[in-house]
């Protein structure tokens, strides 16, 4: 039998690789396929677009990853250092530097991050885990302080062009990505000085006898983690037109995980760039085929999870697989039955292409009947009680205008996520989006699917600087207000307390203010420290329990959001101080009414979260079956017949009226 010439002269290590890219070709395809049959409009240019945009920023950094771990380290603070390098470009071109000076800067901290990574791994010989760990908080933490309370954005329209570009109809961050993994793939498999962390990865001793600088080959590898992250978060930054302190948390997750599904070995030695991108496009898929198919957000992560043990089942038969299933297609007895078979895969590929970008249906030119349409309500930390409320009233009025209704959104607070599902909701040719945006920087993605013909309504947070027909929401400065009010009232007007909110939402950063200037009526209070709760119960927990330490005397915690209320709750009860350290909370969510009834939390503001998301749907389903006749065509004159404002009120509960409260009985109906 002749050699088989797709991998005759290839090292085994090197046929490895071949066997595992096939292998996760093959089941990206699969996948494609599978989400096309259950949901047509999947297979499309713009379900692509968003798949590929929705990985541009992880893709770069995945190829820094890629190096750092078959060097046989890993490199946990890249989520960090993306929205550092993103703040550094951010706050020159807001002191009035110009845009290529401030990108050039933003890459600089980014080499700089990574080189302080990689010398600490190589000379003080501390774990990368460790050594990366630490320096993510170490850049999260300059965030935070940096931008406190007030994050720079609005930045020139040159600087905005580098993520909503499109040259020949392909945005430039897809272009980016696609440059950035070509060189990266072609220089780690052909550049003798890359090729060295293969070695290094292998047998780090046995590399530095054959001369190889270990030490400098492991902090280039970091350095070029570092310079990637960097241009991922001037993009991240561009995308937005803000910097999002909470950009980039998680990332290094998705990032490691990408690159571990797509072939590397997690002790070293092992992996490719290629490999590491199709790993991603197969986990970017499976995240936006769920999507399509109205998979909850919450069990999204389940499917994930499972890809990624069946990646490591595959990663241990995967050369055996592999090989299997190249020779079923290649090492046949028949050159041209060889050549038959290769033909057919040509086919099947360019099927599938036309099958993906052929058939383009219009973005909403139709008018299905409303047991066709679909409404999508995008929010954010999707996985909190706190929207319980929220989506009774979206499913309540669904239910009512014969609709379908999802609610979807990031698991955490992450603008750049947000506007993911944005573009997979545009993808989706949805009939209309209710969108609880973190920050007025979603406004170019609100914009984008108004242009699309979707129509948008902002409902429980606002985007007022994007062309959204109306807000519908709780008037968070009012509300805020109240809290400080209420905090004041219960200390008598006397007294240390602190403030807890989620640093970079802007409904919070409204509240805040609102408490802090209510509170600024009384001189004999004292605002002692401000923390960030990061819209957890056990984050929150943690940061009042540390600030009650440094304040011995502090008298009364004053929460805008509902993980400050109930961590405050938690800390005040294990410190035993209920009665000493007062406790004004937010929101109605069953953890916050069962530390009221039990006299911990001595009063909470409560939003109609249910009546937002009820009128909401009912306003974009009205705008999306031309129900308002304001005038004879108000679209043509421009005029908006929607109130750009509708304020659904707060309202304040004690334990005198909390059992009204528990779900099951909505008030507010």
């Known amino acids: 039998m002749k050699k088989n010439p797709s991998t005759e002269g290839l090292s085994p290590e090197k046929r490895r690789f071949r066997m595992r890219e096939v292998s996760i070709l093959i089941s990206v395809f699969l ?32 190829i820094g990853m890629t190096i750092v771990i078959v060097c046989g380290a890993f490199d946990m603070s890249v989520g960090s250092q993306m929205a550092l390098c993103g703040l ?72 905005l062009n580098l993520a909503w570009s499109n040259v020949l109809g392909i945005p430039l961050p897809i272009i980016f990505l696609v440059i950035a993994i070509l060189l990266g793939d072609l220089f780690l498999r ?75 070995s997690l002790s070293g030695g092992r992996g490719t760039i290629l490999g590491s991108f199709l790993g991603l496009m197969l986990m970017q898929i499976i995240t936006t085929g769920l999507v399509f198919i109205n998979v909850a957000p919450e069990a ?61 249906p219009s973005a909403i030119s139709h008018q299905p009947s409303p047991r066709d349409q679909q409404y999508v309500m995008i929010a954010a930390a999707t996985g909190a009680p706190y929207w319980i409320d929220s989506k009774a009233g979206l499913y309540d009025k669904a239910k009512e205008l014969g609709v379908k209704a999802i609610f979807t959104g990031p698991q955490t607070v992450d603008v750049n996520q947000q506007i993911d599902a944005v573009n997979r909701a545009i993808a989706q040719h949805v009939d209309g989006i209710i969108m609880v945006p973190m920050a007025d920087s979603v406004t170019p993605a609100i914009n984008k699917a108004l242009d699309a013909g979707i129509p948008v309504v902002c409902a429980d947070a606002d985007a007022p600087s994007s062309r959204r027909y109306t807000f519908v929401g709780t008037g968070n400065y009012h509300a805020g207000y109240q809290v400080g009010e209420l905090l004041a009232k ?55 329990r540390t600030i009650m330490q440094a304040h011995p005397e502090l008298a009364g915690f004053g929460c805008v959001d509902a ?7 938690v800390a005040v009860k294990e410190a035993g101080k209920i009665g000493k350290v007062h406790i004004i909370g937010m929101d109605r969510d069953e953890a916050t009414l069962q530390f009221i009834n039990q006299g911990i939390i001595d009063a909470s503001i409560g939003q109609r979260t249910y009546t937002m998301s009820y009128t909401a749907l009912q ?47 909505t008030s507010d109906k």
Request: hydrophobic fraction near 50%; glycine fraction near 12%; charged fraction near 15%.
């Open 31 to 62: 996948a494609i396929s599978v989400f096309g049959l259950l949901n047509h409009r999947f297979v499309g240019i713009e379900s692509a677009t968003a798949i590929l945009e929705g990985a541009s920023t992880d893709g770069l950094m995945v």
């Open 88 to 159: 550094v470009a951010a706050t020159l071109m807001k002191a009035g530097a110009p845009v290529p000076v401030a990108i050039l800067f933003a890459l600089l901290t980014g080499v700089l991050a990574g080189f302080i990574n990689g010398t600490v791994v190589t000379k003080l010989k501390i774990n990368p885990f460790i050594t990366t760990l630490g320096t993510m908080s170490i850049f999260r933490g300059i965030v935070l302080v940096v931008t406190k309370s007030n994050p720079p954005t609005g930045f020139p329209e040159s600087f």
């Open 190 to 264: 052909n550049l003798s000085y890359l090729r060295q962390v293969y070695f290094i990865g292998s047998n780090e001793e046995a590399a530095k006898l054959t001369g190889i600088r270990t030490d400098r080959v492991k902090t280039s590898a970091f350095v070029m983690t570092g310079f990637l992250a960097a241009l991922a978060g001037v993009l991240v930054a561009a995308r937005s037109n803000a910097v999002d302190p909470n950009g980039g948390m998680g990332a290094e997750l998705r990032v490691i995980a990408a690159v571990i599904v797509g072939g590397a």
């Open 300 to 360: 999204q992560l389940i499917a994930v999870g499972l890809v990624l043990i069946l990646a490591a089942v595959i990663d241990q038969v995967g050369s055996s697989l592999g090989g299997s299933i190249i020779s079923f297609l290649t090492k046949t007895r028949s050159k041209e039955l060889e050549r038959i078979i290769n033909v057919i895969l040509v086919i099947v590929i360019i099927i599938l292409a036309f099958l993906k970008f052929g058939h383009q």
């Open 490 to 544: 219960k200390l008598d007007g006397r007294g240390e307390v602190a403030l807890i909110y989620i640093p970079g939402a802007d409904n919070l950063t409204q509240r805040l203010a609102g408490c802090k200037d209510a509170l600024k009526k009384f001189p004999d209070i004292t605002v002692v420290a401000i923390g960030n709760d990061q819209g957890s119960l056990t984050e929150g927990q943690k940061v009042c």
């Open 563 to 569: 993980g400050g209320g109930q961590g405050a709750a």
């Open 619 to 665: 306003l974009v389903y009205n705008l999306r079956n031309d129900q308002i006749h304001m005038v004879r065509d108000w679209k043509k004159i421009g005029i908006s017949p929607m109130p750009p404002l509708i304020d659904t009120g707060s309202f304040v509960i004690t334990k005198d009226n909390v059992k009204e409260f528990y779900h099951g009985v």
